[in-house]
């Protein structure tokens, strides 16, 4: 049975009148907070009060936000997860993020509005930090950056354990600031990983133009964030918190809305990881080694006669990537021999970062990130982008050949290193 219609929350933090007329009362209800929430509507109503004057915004909120936003963008720069982690850690409390999801129950829209907004800056603040150092690290392009791609897409192989680490920070947070007036710093570090990081990157590929990572990171953010206020909004409501009138009507549009905007951007196209690997499809044929050259004998379709050959016969082999004997007598099959070149083959050996960015051109799009020790098929074939070699090679990735290119520094080659240069045409006339 909800308390009231009009909920008891405040634009900013002064005490209500409740207070004055049972303080004492009051005081044993947050002295026993911990054990049990009240039930009545008047200990539930001062409770709630209790939570959105914590989970209200301060001043501290943008100042973390400017120090988180600028580490994060150095960390992306310099592609370190230890940056990237001391980020997080000085990352501002999450406390506004309980404060939307207290509005949305107690249907306060002044409330929302001030906690939403308050949110909405400080990643506003983290996004224009990774902005910044996107456009310092045009600078110093070519770089390593398997960070940026990795916290700015979703796919099928990391979304279902990121999901489980969001589930348990989101619920952890909401108990914690509930049954407890110390703050919730840990779980507060994981919502900071799953909502600062990809708005970070997707600040730092728009102002360093790659392709891949901007507006990718600022959705999966949106996705981060539909799916905690989901979570966050049940677990108020196991918490035995009754919402308002307006509450409930409230909560029922934010709940719809959630989960509109994960069908639209996991269902209908939101380019994952996982899909950009499998749209992708090699436009050159492999080649495949074999033991034995291939004989393909062929008879003219009309035979008609003609002078013997003479004893001696001209023998012409030309040498390319496919080499054809052919031997000119009327009477006799013509015999074509095709001998297809050995592949090369070598190993992803990158020097920073752990791995290699797999393109689909020559600093392209990103189609994945090979680990130290990949296996790949190299072509005999590069191109030269701003004094950087690449190479086009073929790697196998569950069952599956993905074409692509990879800068020559970070492969070490298993077979003899291959002449990257204009095949040479060698044409023999032996006369037996």
């Not at 099928?156 to 348990?168: M, R, Y």
């Not at 509450?247 to 990881?273: K, R």
């Not at 393109?359 to 190299?378: A, D, F, S, W």
Request: charged share 10%; glycine share 8%; with cysteine.
């Amino acid at each position: 049975m909800p308390h009231s219609d009009e909920p008891i929350i405040p634009s900013d933090p002064t005490p209500p009148p409740l207070r004055d007329v049972n303080a004492a009362r009051g005081r044993r209800r947050r002295v026993t907070r911990r054990d049990s929430i009240p039930h009545d509507s008047v200990g539930q109503a001062a409770f709630i009060f209790d939570l959105s004057r914590r989970a209200y915004p301060s001043f501290e909120l943008f100042v973390f936000s400017l120090a988180c936003g600028a580490i994060l963008g150095l960390g992306y720069l310099l592609d370190s997860q230890a940056v990237l982690l001391l980020g997080l850690l000085v990352a501002p409390l999450m406390t506004p993020w309980v404060g939307i999801l207290l509005a949305i129950l107690t249907g306060s829209p002044r409330f929302l509005f001030e906690t939403f907004m308050a949110l909405f800056i400080s990643a506003f603040i983290v996004f224009l930090s990774g902005l910044l150092t996107g456009f310092a690290a045009r600078l110093i392009m070519p770089m390593t950056l398997t960070n940026v791609y990795t916290h700015s897409r979703l796919s099928v192989s990391t979304w279902f354990p990121e999901l489980a680490v969001l589930a348990i920070g989101a619920v952890t947070l909401v108990i914690s600031f509930a049954r407890s007036e110390n703050k919730p710093f840990l779980p507060s570090v994981v919502i900071a990983y799953a909502f600062y990081l990809p708005v970070s990157a997707g600040g730092f590929g728009l102002g360093s133009g790659l392709e891949g990572i901007w507006p990718q990171g600022v959705l999966v953010f949106v996705v981060h964030f539909a799916q905690a206020g989901i979570l966050g909004l049940l677990t108020l409501f196991i918490l035995r918190l009754r919402p308002s009138v307006r509450g409930i009507f409230l909560s029922v549009i934010a709940l719809a809305l959630f989960v509109w905007i994960l069908f639209i951007l996991m269902g209908s196209g939101f380019p994952s990881g996982a899909k950009r690997e499998a749209s992708v499809t090699p436009s050159v044929p492999a080649t495949q080694p074999s033991a034995l050259p291939s004989l393909t004998p062929s008879l003219p379709a009309t035979t008609t006669s003609s002078p013997r050959p003479s004893s001696t016969s001209t023998v012409s082999l030309t040498v390319s990537s496919t080499a054809e004997l052919t031997i000119p007598d009327t009477d006799t099959p013509t015999v074509t021999m095709t001998l297809e070149p050995a592949p090369i083959f070598g190993r992803v050996n990158a020097n920073a970062g752990g791995g290699a960015n797999l393109r689909e051109t020559p600093g392209g799009k990103l189609l994945k990130t090979l680990n130290n020790g990949t296996i790949v098929e190299v072509y005999p074939e590069f191109q030269v982008l701003n004094s950087v070699t690449w190479i086009r090679v073929i790697v196998t990735f569950n069952g599956q050949r993905i074409d692509g290119w990879l800068l020559e520094t970070t492969v070490t080659y298993a077979t003899p290193e291959p002449n990257f240069g204009t095949p040479s045409i060698t044409t023999a006339t032996p006369t037996p």
